[in-house]
């Protein structure tokens, strides 16, 4: 196929004879261009999510100039456009509020400029899912540059992970083992490079599901952020988006459902965060995918856990990348995936993943030495969620995973916090924690609530988990018997609204069951006493977030962007 520069949706910004084209040539000189360094040329729009605010992309600045490097090399125009960033640890309520604010942006900011192609840079967390969700509904050609982990973090003799070990050590802390100074060593510990968490947190999760999906350069998303191999990784995928655009290969060829299935194969083979149930089911949608629960549940049911990474093994995401990275990992479950779809650097998975290899057994373990037998996510069902709910089994003390137990109710974070630790609770290790206005819109956002803390007298006499249950989500740094993703969530009436303190709860992962042992009879009088909680927001972003948000079994997306149809190019329109 011959490329006809003329067919570049840019021309038409461009390349034509009238007075608009005039003044944008026009302006592109005022911005230090000469004609020939971009006329008839892709322009490659990178889309950066870097701030001095966000610790995980505070090297994406530099790395953009490693993008527009290859993009030049390619005989493509690059332009760099910052889009809001999302800092998982500075954002609040939760930067997951805004996942779909960076999808807009992204969405608008491709279609409204004279944009041909895309290079997302992005990966704490949220920020992942957000520009593939924009990008997919914009279907312009994209590429996707993974932040890429952090280094790992130490302290003494120890190597930490960043998340995993501030909850671990925050609870020595609560029960009395660390004092100031060891706590003061911590801070400067545990995150000591930019990138992104460095365990297999959401971030490193999604990352791994965008490189599965096939839209980054193979091998990209376990690169170490500081590494000289990451701005190779940019140059490259900068030379790619460059000849993708003159392919015509847009998001739409590579974000099939094969694809999808094969993120969420790839997700639990990581052991991965359970945020990815939301992020997948809410980018599927943008691709007229409708990926559900229940494809997790099945999928789970025969995924071998292989990647040793914590908080669900041991070994940290560097580890990771140089025992063979996701390349490695996918090469041990070929049986599992759909090998003949196509990435954006290859006709088919099959060839991508030709001698890709592992070279470290402990960290990628093989099948016959899997850290777990299923992958670790269950979807639950019962009368307490009947539109689904999760839990990362593998992450639980046995012993909870079949359990019943009194109920205690929080309705509010804050109200936990504040009595959680009073003795005068009487906790056991029996007793199920129940958190609710943590939903997607009572949150709002969904907060990382879901791992409740365990009262600090428990912890002094060595509990360290008890079945905890929410509407909230849990970080992927997080561990414990938590159920998750409650849907309905409480704010709109679903029945964990309902629960009352010292009711009886049961959990049954091996059943999927999840049920509150109350009568029908009983949650009728209850729910019809019920009254709605008055709205979160009186106007501004929250207000629509509040209209338009869908719950988390359908993967809170907004209603308005995740409905089916097209939007008319403004210059083709
Ligand atoms: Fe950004 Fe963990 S805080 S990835
Ligand atoms: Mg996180």
């Known amino acids: 196929m011959t490329f006809d520069p003329e067919q570049l949706r840019s021309h038409q ?100 400029y004279p944009v041909d192609g895309a290079v997302l840079m992005g990966g704490c967390d949220k920020s992942t899912p957000a520009l593939l969700m924009g990008a997919a509904s914009a279907d312009l050609p994209a590429v996707f540059v993974p932040a890429g982990p952090m280094l790992p973090g130490h302290w003494r003799d120890q190597v930490l992970g960043s998340g995993t070990d501030m909850w671990k050590y925050w609870d020595d802390r609560r029960a009395g083992l660390l004092g100031d100074c060891e706590l003061a060593e911590l801070e400067s510990g545990l995150a000591r490079s930019p990138g992104h968490c460095m365990t297999m947190g959401t971030a490193s999760t999604l990352t791994a599901a965008a490189e599965a999906l096939g839209v980054t350069v193979p091998g990209a998303s376990s690169i170490p952020a500081i590494d000289s191999g990451h701005d190779r990784m940019a140059a490259a995928s900068g030379l790619r988006i460059v000849d993708l655009v003159r392919e015509d290969v847009k998001p739409s060829r590579i974000l099939t459902r094969e694809a999808y299935e094969d993120a969420v194969t790839t997700v639990l083979a990581l052991g991965g965060s359970t945020n990815a ?40 995401m560097e580890d990771f990348h140089f025992a063979g990275g996701l390349p490695g990992l996918l090469s041990r479950l070929t049986d599992l995936l759909h090998l003949d779809r196509p990435t954006v650097n290859h006709t088919t998975l099959r060839e991508q993943l030709a001698g890709a290899r592992v070279h470290d057994d402990d960290v990628i373990r093989p099948r016959e030495k899997a850290l777990a037998a299923e992958g670790g996510l269950a979807v639950l069902r019962g009368n307490l969620c009947p539109d689904g709910a999760v839990i990362k089994h593998i992450a639980a003390e046995p012993r909870l995973l079949r359990h019943t137990g009194p109920a205690v109710v929080f309705d509010d974070y804050r109200t936990m916090q504040r009595t959680i630790d009073d003795p005068a609770l009487a906790l056991t290790p029996d007793h199920v924690l129940v958190l609710r206005g943590s939903g997607p819109r009572g949150g709002p956002g969904m907060p990382e609530y879901g ?59 091996a059943a999927r069951g999840l049920r509150l042992e109350v009568s029908e009879e009983e949650l009728a009088g209850r729910r019809a006493a019920w009254t709605p909680p008055p709205p979160r927001y009186e106007r501004g972003y929250g207000a629509l977030y509040s209209e338009q948000i869908t719950q988390a079994d359908t993967g809170c997306d907004f209603a308005f962007l995740a409905a089916p149809g097209r939007v008319p190019d403004p210059y083709a329109g």
């Open 13 to 112: 910004w461009y390349g034509t004879d009238g007075l608009r084209s005039f003044s944008h040539r026009a302006r592109t000189r005022q911005l230090g261009y000469l004609p020939e360094e971009h006329l008839g040329k892709p322009v490659i729009a990178i889309l950066n999510t870097w701030s001095d605010i966000n610790p995980c992309h505070v090297h994406l600045r530099d790395r953009a100039q490693a993008v527009k490097r290859g993009v030049w090399q390619a005989g493509g125009f690059p332009l760099e456009f910052p889009v809001a960033t999302l800092s998982e640890t500075f954002q609040k309520p939760t930067p997951m509020l805004y996942r779909n604010l960076l999808a807009m942006e992204t969405e608008e900011l491709l279609r409204s």
């Open 277 to 316: 149930v939301i992020h997948l089911i809410a980018m599927a949608g943008r691709s007229g995918v409708r990926l559900t629960l229940d494809d997790f549940d099945r999928i789970a049911r025969t995924v071998p856990v292989l990647a040793n990474v914590r908080p669900g093994g041991r070994h940290l």
């Open 451 to 509: 791992m409740l803390p365990i009262p600090d007298y428990l912890l002094r006499q060595g509990v360290r988990d008890m079945l905890r249950i929410s509407d909230a989500r849990m970080s992927g740094t997080s561990y414990g018997a938590c159920v998750l993703h409650i849907a309905p969530e409480s704010h709109v009436g679903g029945p964990l609204a309902l629960v009352r303190t010292g009711d009886l709860i049961t959990l049954d992962v």
